[in-house]
């Protein structure tokens, strides 16, 4: 059976609540069933008219959804609730979901600060529910190739790391006509940081959940390029990593003519790989001594994780909302196991979760103390 | 309100209608509400639970499905049917469901027959209901603007057209292992053509497509390349195109190593034209006597029907079933504004239909008698 | 030390003169001694001075060049001419050069026509002097690649070829204003045929050569697309080729906006290969059921011939000028090897000469024949 | 006429050696005409037996190559020397060159030291001779292009640079079996810095050459990453310029899998550029609101100094000889224009020399002393 979905954001014009509900609803494995979409009751109401919501299931606000879904009868509340509003609007309903017994899936980062996240943490963890959080680029199959081909050893040990996040779309001072544009740009409503909080820490998660390393010393140097902005729109980091290794993570927003090519390559002793999201069903793997790969998604070589991530046999390219739509299976599929009593496989576990969510937290307030400071080297501290 | 969609044929293990059903729930416009999905009682039980239908309205046979739902009240039974089956069963049901009432969704190619189809045609046009036939590729942004540039005359008069369409998943003889293999390499299931039927009908409709010429003559080359195979699994076919154009048309399924890279290139008198496929969200237009340029999904520049095909800004890769499922909303759109007395936009009824399924079916009986020919040119009759 | 050459056109302006001159000094192999590089004395007079030539060695017509050349002292006369002049003078002084004790080097096609083709070679084999075709693409190392793993069996025996061959220059009518479009689209001094000859006999012999193949059979369509021209500028040929394979050709000049990115691809029962023009030191090798394979000019996996072929290391790009030096370089050491005494080797030997140069020119009036033809193959005649 | 040329370095196996003389050879603007190839005589006297020298002018020294030299008549003594050795021997002998009346090509880096390096330009300035350093990739015809539309302003005033240059060929301990590997990973010939000498040289030139921007701080970690390696074999670099931009430098030997693929991106207020040695015809230029364009060496709509740097039309690629030989040739045209008594053109004069080895020398003790320092920024000292 399909799992009852509400949703907290994702009003008239908001990016990102529109990809959730295409990611949760491509596999038809979740109804979305309630909503609380705008803190405005009039635009809360014309979203949930445009999805066919009825209207007793509409919500004003948050904690009107969360109380009131939690009084109606079991067999018809939501089960799974999924928060996308700006960032310092994720704290106070993920922690009243989960205390109210709501499976939470959350749009990162986690929280606005790094203490919330901690304190989140203890809350979801008391609560016996669980916490997925959207690091959408970890949901392709071939970042998934990456990770499994480099856990079991087939490039040797790690010894560089090149992770790179470039965007053009906050090159002009677009914070005054995109709604967008206008909460990233925000401290109060993004938190620390800008870029490096927005896709900075996408950066960081896949660096680390490919990798399987970890963060322990870095370098930063931010930037607020365009005149008058108050949060870095660019930025590049030195890194140390665990076991001997370095990288440099650059996120910006002021490349302009980019797009959204995010990319990552991993060095090891025996071999490199190379995946960007311009070309996101392909893994190019690069040997010293032999002619590289291109391996490719929904291949019969490919391996249990990209297998189990793809929908469509090779040459048939999934995108974006099937990668988010991956994590929103993974976590539905977790989450059905355990109503059934089973325990879920290893490849539906394979979602980020609380960990990742404090990660990227430290990952924000650390670079932001490492920019600010005259030191080469500042500790990467949780 | 969601359209209530049938399906018949899409049983376990079957590749297209998975595609369709995955096409139908992106963008919540249709709810899938009952199936017929295999011929096989059980199996078509089997996939109605996994989907989590009631059981009553899973069905044995597309005769049953037809008649149970049309039995059912209005506000209850399905307004459209998806037609999912190998190209021998398509007929009997689209005209079945056609002459119920039900507006259709079929599988390319449209029948078995150029008879069937012009047959088809007829019944259509009688029952003042719609059909849709899924020629996918058409669904794609980047294709919608090759075509609307040209209907604008970017690029001046066609001269020539290449479409090659190169699989090499046939290489071997795996029609013994393979379902999907098996039936589209059975004249008794396929019909008169192969890979022409299969793939070299997507290239003709996209070629016609794109460019809103016409095939007027043509020379076929089909071969059963893989020994014992008894339809053509590899072909190519010069073209005589309205307007003085020519063209060439490649389709195989024995290009070893090859997965599904479909390509189109159009040139005319001031410049050209290139989509392919394994690039799908970018579109090359060259000049003569300027740089090319790297036309994008997502951006702002793109026509209104690339625009209105896309649910993601530029750098978020949509893919396969995002372009299949753009059929399917296009045509909800199409079905919702008549059902509430309006004149669909010209982006909503942009969706295949009854006539690119005969032209398809003729396209299938031309290619063949071309190749049993010794005469260079072969008239294209309809 | 290093061999004399003589050069008859490549005079002022003159594309392929130039080219020549590049490819034969880029190995210090040759010394460009003397030439005849015009019939107009004042401009053959120009470019001797612009290459520093001495003055007596700077003739006003191709036979004065022979016949002064051959009366010089052994040591001092040249030993090799390159003959660079429009298609309708190229038999006349590379008969003249062979039966005057020289080597030739002669760009493509070899002759005016296949009659003429064969007399030449007559002519070459009486004479004992050397006669090398400069078909430029197969001077490229990943091309030899191709060749040598189809000659080992890397991708089984071959099923399909498809050979095509895009220029945009000849788009508009341009042949007023440039002398390189002048000749080529004039039947009195190109031949039988326009981009057939020109560059449809280049896509001929890489098939033939990187695949050992022969082509036995073709079925025709040439075109004069651009209003008033002579000659084809457009045209796409199925082929029956030895074996049992097929394959399609394709050489167009007015494909607008395209450069020069001819695109060889074969595939063989178990796997495929693609080379490229505009990625020319990259050859994809596509395998059914495992990745695809980047191999690379200058690395160490590379069979004895791509090796050979290729002056540096991988990742330093080498181009056309490379590739045409390439069959210089091959030709230079088969005549010191033979000045020597010595057996040249069989890379040294890799250089086109006669045989493919009546090919060519069988297949210029073979395509021709076929256009005209109402008949849908006709046999291919040498 | 043609410059007459000597060599110093450059002996059996020697990689740059052999590359210096192909792009001499190119344009046929250089004649060889005397080297002191090693300094082991016999290996001398064999490479100059190999390359056609008469005995007289093939040398056991440098010293004995300018000494003797400059005793010949003056219409037969060499005009300009190459200096084609290891990096601790560049500044000896191209000091004596320059005080003995020669003009000097050098590779790069200039000298051994900054310190060198200045006394070397104070000995150039002397000497009224022309030094030019052999900084390859500023002969690329699409650098040149970069260069020239970011001065004229087409993308407005520069944000942000990336440089990259990632190499894998020294992933493992070779040195002890490849002489290239040898010296340059050993203090007492190369100098201070490993990679970072040897590439990111190459990378800081581009940089400033193509941007026309200085570096003015920089914070950079250098690592020995291979076991037992005395220099650097990859580095990370984040860089302030001049004008307020700022950067990021990677230079690494131990990319394993990696070729040479050597990449610079700049982002301007307006647009962006993205050049990449594995496409060197091709430069991206990318807009925020309009397609990114391909712009194409060879082409008609490039700017002067990449139509000045190219020798064949678009779409006939041109590599890293062509690149080396450029640099050649606009220094030929120099002093052939200068001993006419002529002005050089700009395009002519567009070579790098002594200005840039000086920078390039402080660029190596720059991120020499930064990687050594705790401090996050150390001042760019020239």
Redesign the interface.
């Known amino acids: 059976?399909?799992l009852r979905l509400g949703m907290i954001g994702g009003g008239p014009g908001a990016?990102i609540g529109?990809?959730h509900?295409?990611a949760a609803?491509?596999?038809?494995l979740y109804e979305?069933s309630a909503g609380a979409f705008s803190s405005k009751a009039e635009k809360s109401r014309a979203m949930g008219e445009l999805?066919?919501l009825p209207a007793e299931r509409v919500y004003e606000s948050y904690q009107e959804l969360i109380n009131q879904e939690r009084a109606r009868p079991a067999a018809e509340r939501v089960q799974v609730i999924s928060i996308v509003t700006p960032n310092h609007l994720h704290f106070a309903p993920a922690k009243l979901a989960l205390e109210s017994g709501f499976h939470v899936i959350l749009d990162k980062p986690m929280t606005f600060s790094l203490a919330e996240a901690h304190e989140l943490a203890r809350v979801a963890a008391a609560s016996g529910r669980r916490l997925c959080l959207t690091h959408t680029y970890t949901g392709y199959p071939m970042v998934k190739e990456a990770r499994q081909l480099i856990a079991e050893g087939a490039?040797g040990s790690i010894?560089?790391v090149?992770v790179?996040y470039p965007?053009?779309?906050l090159?002009?001072p677009v914070e005054s006509e995109s709604q967008q544009a206008a909460w990233r740009t925000d401290p109060a409503r993004s938190g620390a940081a800008g870029a490096m909080g927005d896709i900075g820490t996408h950066a960081f998660n896949l660096l680390e959940y490919v990798t399987g390393l970890r963060v322990e010393r870095l370098?930063a140097?931010l930037?607020a390029?365009v005149p008058g902005r108050r949060l870095d729109d660019?930025g590049?980091v030195?890194l140390q990593l665990s076991g001997g290794a370095?990288g440099?993570l650059?996120a910006?927003q002021?490349?302009?003519?980019?797009?959204?090519?995010f990319r990552l390559?991993v060095?090891?002793?025996?071999?490199?790989l190379d995946w960007q999201?311009?070309?996101?069903?392909t893994l190019?793997?690069?040997?010293?001594?032999?002619?590289?790969?291109?391996?490719?998604a929904?291949?019969?070589?490919v391996g249990s994780f990209a297998r189990h991530n793809a929908?469509?046999?090779?040459?048939?390219?999934?995108?974006?909302?099937?990668a988010f739509a991956n994590i929103y299976r993974n976590f539905a599929l977790t989450l059905q196991a355990e109503l059934a009593g089973q325990t879920p496989t290893p490849e539906a576990l394979d979602f980020p979760g609380v960990a990742e969510g404090i990660r990227g937290m430290a990952f924000i307030e650390t670079v932001v103390a490492s920019s600010q400071?005259?030191?080469?080297?500042t500790d990467f501290r949780v």
């Open positions: 059976m399909k990016f529109a990809i509900r295409h609803a491509l596999d038809g979305l999805l066919g490039i010894r560089k090149y790179e965007q053009g779309w090159s002009g370098c140097d930037r390029v660019d590049a030195l370095s440099v650059t910006t002021v490349a302009a003519g980019e797009e959204n090519n390559r060095y090891g002793e025996r071999g490199g999201h311009a070309e996101a069903n190019l793997v690069k040997w010293p001594d032999r002619p590289a790969e291109i391996r490719r929904g291949t019969g070589y929908r469509t046999p090779a040459g048939h390219p999934e995108g974006y909302l099937e400071s005259a030191q080469k080297w």
